[in-house]
């Protein structure tokens, strides 16, 4: 991925700010927020943005009141899956301040996602200009407690009220905001699933579409019946190299050697921490890998001793550390406690992203004051 110049162009932020009207809410519900007991995904901050797309161009550009929306029954969305997100981070510097961890990589991954599902572009001053404008508004729900964070959601839905099967003509973007706690808050044990699959090439495994992770519920139920959090996800092919786990991308690390499956086939979602957490295992002195990697080569690995770890990483769940992996008639046990290649992979990313270490690769987006 590409990693754009910070702060953001000023000619961006000067059209968002003649784009986009505010309407405040008249009363802040951010006293009403426990900070020490957050959970993710539960509360949502005083304001979101809303703006619509015509066909032509966008307008309609707002920031007001978190609160409903009226979306006709024939919203080709519902019907058709036209729809696509991102997943982004905001956190408090160390002077109080917030910042968006690489918010110009999920502004490019997220039209990337615009094109595959046949959506226009999101433009740079609505996204990151209306994103900007947003948290300034709403810095007082970003948490600073060790572990939380400031999870922002942007979507794009297809508008059009007409059941045909086409690409809908008008389009609404938004984007909410979220005070938020850790996605899991312990190891996670995970099954290989050879059934059921989740992208093929040439599909839209590599777009952040809602309909890739509405095929996974059932798969998912089925596993977390049996005692699993989540399902490593295998192939369509052969059934047996890795791709994805859960909603995260996955690394092992075998030796000195961190390997992730590689992004060539199209089947993987480019995770922005992915990326982050590629950098900071090549600084901390490990051999990073992007290729296949077999389930086979895992637990060989795992009965040679030579498996130290496995987890997932992903902007939700940070890095989220495995602890037992079951396929077939095989079981790997992990002592996460050792984890000491994970562990330090958080610390680093969190000083980063909290302001506590030296930002050399300018990953942080410092939201200045618009208001």
Not at 78 to 88: D, L, S, T, V
Not at 249 to 276: E, H, K, Y
Not at 284 to 294: A, D, F, H, N, Q
Not at 295 to 301: L, P, R, S, W
Request: proline share 5%; glycine share 8%.
């Amino acid at each position: 991925m590409m990693i754009a110049d910070y702060p953001v162009k000023s000619t961006v932020m000067e059209e968002a700010l003649t784009k986009i009207k505010v309407t405040r809410t008249t009363q802040s519900r951010v006293g009403e927020v426990d900070f020490n007991n957050l959970v993710f995904g539960k509360k949502y901050a005083d304001h979101m943005l809303v703006a619509d797309f015509d066909g032509k161009e966008w307008h309609n550009a707002e920031i007001l009141p978190f609160g409903h929306i009226s979306v006709s029954p024939s919203n080709a969305a519902w019907h058709y899956g036209q729809a696509i997100f991102e997943g982004i981070k905001a956190y408090k510097d160390q002077e109080g301040n917030p910042m968006i961890f690489r918010p110009y990589d999920n502004y490019n991954r997220f039209n990337i996602s615009a094109d595959r599902m046949g959506m226009p572009d999101v433009p740079e001053w609505l996204f990151i200009g209306g994103m900007s404008m947003l948290i300034d508004l709403d810095r007082d729900w970003v948490p600073a407690n060790e572990g939380c964070s400031f999870y922002l959601r942007p979507f794009m839905i297809a508008a059009d009220e007409f059941i045909g099967v086409r690409p809908s003509d008008t389009y609404r973007f938004m984007i909410i905001n979220s005070p938020s706690g850790p996605y899991f808050n312990k190891p996670i044990h995970l099954l290989v699933q050879d059934k059921y699959i989740r992208a093929f090439p040439g599909g839209v495994g590599y777009a952040k579409a809602a309909g890739n992770y509405g095929g996974t519920m059932q798969p998912t139920m089925q596993a977390r019946k049996q005692g699993y959090d989540q399902i490593l996800w295998v192939d369509g092919y052969e059934h047996k190299y890795l791709q994805e786990c859960g909603t995260m991308n996955v690394f092992t690390i075998i030796g000195n050697t961190a390997i992730t499956p590689d992004l060539t086939q199209g089947t993987i979602l480019a995770g922005v921490t992915r990326a982050s957490v590629m950098d900071i295992l090549a600084d901390m002195g490990l051999t990073v890998e992007e290729r296949p990697i077999s389930i086979e080569e895992v637990v060989a690995a795992y009965e040679a001793g030579t498996l130290r770890e496995v987890f997932g990483t992903g902007t939700a769940s940070s890095v989220a550390y495995v602890e037992k992996l079951d396929y077939k008639d095989k079981s790997i046990r992990l002592d996460t406690t050792k984890y000491d290649v994970g562990s330090e992979v958080i610390r680093r990313l969190d000083a980063i992203r909290t302001g506590k270490a030296e930002d050399t690769r300018k990953w942080n987006f410092h939201v200045p004051r618009h208001f």
